[in-house]
């Protein structure tokens, strides 16, 4: 019988859907890098999440697996050219979590539009505020989305409602819409009021928001953060709210995370940069949620059923 390695927990559609197909499930969700090492020969199927890499090493030791399956959008912990070398075939579903991501990336806009994360904390103390507390009308911005699929298309969806100037950008040509007008990175730095960021990481997108890209915007601007915790160099970023080039960020993802995504790096919880970051009040985070909702729970796990079904 052919057999499938959960390493990570999922919805049980998915395990039901295998199951249905002729698959054996078999899991393990605390097990080592080394011990999945000794074992992978016997699996032609593997679903994963982030939780351990799946490098070129692993994947010369998977002698039977047809298809690897990431609960999820990003890619960078998988051996890709390794992957494909081996006529392994790589599933993700960005599908399954897109609305979610960009329903996120809009509240957290919102939130930071309207300071309600300050206004909030300050009613709590007994403060009452109106004048300090007057919020920006996302109407009147432009908004420049950098990365252009499937979170980065929702997101811009979800704009369409709000009346604002919607500006893509990305490394791929003509995925422009009805909903984004693809331009240049100029003309980002020349007309967005807001930066939202929906790129995979890449060796391109490490510090994408840095010193140097924060000084080429010519208004200061707010940003947004639903992607790769890497894309922004945390530095540069509290260095350009001190000087207020930027307003506000909405960090959904952090340098700080281990590769799990599930907790701060221990080694960084007392790291003054994340300390800095954490008291700064124009500043929103969340815990790598974005995708994280009851509904992509089982949208993810449905979309790599499909797909492995159609394998």
Excluded at 28 to 42: A, F, M, T, V
Excluded at 46 to 74: E, Q
Aim: charged share 25%; with cysteine; hydrophobic share 45%.
């Amino acid at each position: 019988m052919k057999k499938v390695l959960h390493l990570d927990s999922n919805h049980s559609v998915l395990w039901n859907g295998l199951e249905a197909l002729g698959f054996q499930n078999e899991a393990d969700y605390s097990c080592s890098y080394e011990h999945i090492l000794g074992r992978i020969e016997n699996y032609d199927g593997l679903i994963i999440r982030s939780r351990l890499p799946v490098d070129s090493t692993l994947i010369k030791k998977a002698s039977k697996l047809k298809f690897i399956g990431r609960i999820g959008a990003g890619l960078e912990n998988i051996d890709l050219s390794a992957a494909s070398e081996a006529n392994i075939a790589v599933i993700a579903a960005p599908e399954g979590n897109r609305n979610a991501v960009a329903e996120h990336a809009i509240g957290m806009l919102l939130s930071l539009l309207n300071r309600l994360r300050i206004a909030d904390a300050e009613v709590r103390q007994g403060i009452w505020k109106r004048e300090e507390n007057r919020g920006v009308e996302l109407s009147q911005l432009t908004v420049g989305i950098i990365g252009y699929g499937h979170m980065g298309k929702q997101f811009a969806k979800r704009l369409s409602g709000f009346d604002c100037q919607v500006l893509c950008c990305d490394i791929l040509p003509q995925l422009g819409d009805q909903f984004a007008k693809q331009v240049p990175i100029e003309t980002i730095f020349d007309e967005a009021d807001v930066i939202s960021l929906h790129t995979p990481q890449t060796a391109a997108t490490i510090h994408l928001i840095n010193d140097v890209f924060i000084a080429q915007m010519r208004k200061p601007f707010w940003l947004i953060n639903t992607a790769r915790g890497s894309a922004v160099d945390t530095e540069a970023l509290l260095s350009g709210l001190k000087s207020q080039k930027v307003k506000g960020a909405a960090l959904d993802v952090l340098e700080f995370e281990n590769k799990a995504f599930t907790a701060f790096l221990e080694e960084d919880l007392n790291y003054q940069t994340l300390q800095d970051l954490l008291k700064e009040p124009n500043v929103l985070l969340s815990p790598h949620i974005a995708g994280w909702t009851h509904d992509s729970h089982y949208l993810l796990a449905k979309t790599v059923l499909e797909k492995i079904k159609s394998l």
